[in-house]
């Protein structure tokens, strides 16, 4: 079965600093898709990045940036320049196999990151 | 801007009303839309895959006399919560995809959150 662990339940960290959000995932399939949501205290999801399994490079959006190492099966967020409205909620998550073909989402637990100034 | 709708945001009734939350896709059509529900600080869980034009697909454990879905249009899916009691206070907050891409984005609503008093 698929799975999405994201391990950090909260991480802190310094206004203009970088951060790393941990995600790591389980599957047996060969092409997959993975996906980095924002969820502020308001409640919206916001689309940050996605990563598909054939790219060969890193995905960037911006200030955002996915460290994609496959063989780990690991595809961690990296925000740099922290910014005090990046604080939220943050979810991983991961295409579900072509089944049904709904492509359905597996979403981690979530990191809560709190930017200090 | 937003490309999907959800509505009304908040919601406070009494136990034993049915609720009516309906999600929009603003300027695409979906065949599919993803409903989710998501407990204080935890992930989300998806609910069921709602198909324009056919049955929804639920997920195992989630009651289909409890949450009907309706897909009448390729624009709008409602989810009504059927006489509701406080354990169904829950944020539920619907997606869709854009295209059929599955290595595009979900595309979230803004929520509702549901209380039953």
């Known amino acids: 079965a698929q799975k999405i662990t994201q391990t950090q339940p909260g991480m802190f960290v310094q206004e203009k600093e970088a951060v790393t959000l941990d995600c790591t995932y389980d599957t047996s399939d060969q092409s997959y898709g993975l996906f980095w949501y924002k969820q502020p205290s308001s409640g919206e999801m916001i689309f940050l990045i996605y990563q598909g399994s054939y790219d060969e490079q890193n995905a960037t959006e911006g200030r955002y940036s996915l460290n994609f190492q496959k063989a780990r099966k690991s595809a961690n967020l990296v925000i740099s320049a922290s910014q005090l409205g990046d604080s939220a909620m943050y979810f991983c998550a991961m295409r579900e196999s072509f089944s049904g073909g709904y492509n359905k989402l597996i979403f981690g637990a979530g990191t809560r990151l709190a930017v200090h100034p | 801007g937003a490309v999907v709708s959800q509505h009304p945001s908040r919601v406070i009734c009494k136990s034993g009303t049915s609720v009516k939350i309906e999600c929009r896709s603003l300027d695409f059509q979906a065949t599919t839309m993803f409903w989710y529900r998501q407990f204080p600080k935890q992930s989300l869980m998806l609910m069921a895959t709602?198909?324009?034009?056919?049955?929804?697909?639920?997920e195992q454990g989630v009651e289909k006399d409890k949450f009907l879905i309706n897909h009448a249009s390729l624009t709008l899916s409602t989810l009504t919560v059927t006489s509701a009691h406080p354990e169904d206070s829950s944020f539920y907050i619907c997606?869709?995809?854009?295209?059929?891409?599955?290595?595009?984005?979900?595309?979230f609503g803004d929520g509702t959150r549901l209380s039953i008093l």
């Open positions: 997606s869709a995809r854009k295209t059929s891409d599955m290595n595009q984005p979900q595309h």
């Open positions: 709602s198909n324009e034009g056919s049955k929804a697909t639920y």
